[in-house]
């Protein structure tokens, strides 16, 4: 999954890519996990000594056509600094920017550069209950949210993909939530995630959301939990990770 913003040329840019927090990997190994969605596991020392709660994305350098490097930002799918390996899953865009270019061709000992975990989102252990709600993109840092809660946490949602073969549950197997199929329907302010939002039965009292995918399937689902279901605004956490016509990451 991907997070949208681009770094900016100049000396802004070449501070931030020289930066000591930059560290340097290997790709370890690579598996397709649906039609659309590249596993690449990351090796290197640095990883053995990284924390990151679930949810997290980071940062990664990778070529543009020019070769020259950009900086682009991936959801965490599992982190083991006890084998200092670290495992991204990374969705394919139409059409793709390098980041994509960069994961679809990426094979065993590529090696490339990454910066420090961090989270935009994170799980609310007070929450009365946890609802997780994206597409595909965003059901990578969400699946991993839900497998980390403890097994009594009360959870629900909806994740979103194109197909069956789209469907993937939260890492080890855990758990998983129930998915609902868009066909050949844009994925952009997606009517058919927010219908399965809309019907989904909750508690009367809010509990805490947590809202990732397309922006404007974002702004959407937080207007109906906002406004529909009178949840107050602190309770729907948001992290978009694209928006159509716009490439990079957050």
Known sequence: ????????????????FHDTRMLDVKVAEVREVTPDMRELTLMGPALAVLRSKPGAHLPLEVPDADGVPR??????????????????????HQPGGPGSRWAFSAAA?????VGVPRNRITLEPRARYHVFIGEETGAVPLLTMLAALPA???ACGVLETTGPDGEFTAPHGLRGLPWVHRGRASAVGSRVLLEAVRRLRLPPEPGVAYVAGEATTCRAVVRHLCGERAWPRYAVKTQVHWAAGRTGLL
């Open 109 to 113: 000992g590529d090696r490339t550069r």
């Open 71 to 92: 900086l682009r930002t991936y959801s965490v799918w599992t982190h083991s600094p006890s084998r200092a390996t670290l495992t991204l899953r990374i969705a394919r």
């Open 152 to 154: 009594e946490a009360a």
């Open 1 to 16: 999954m991907s997070l949208f913003g681009t770094p900016r040329r100049g000396a802004g840019q070449g501070r931030r």
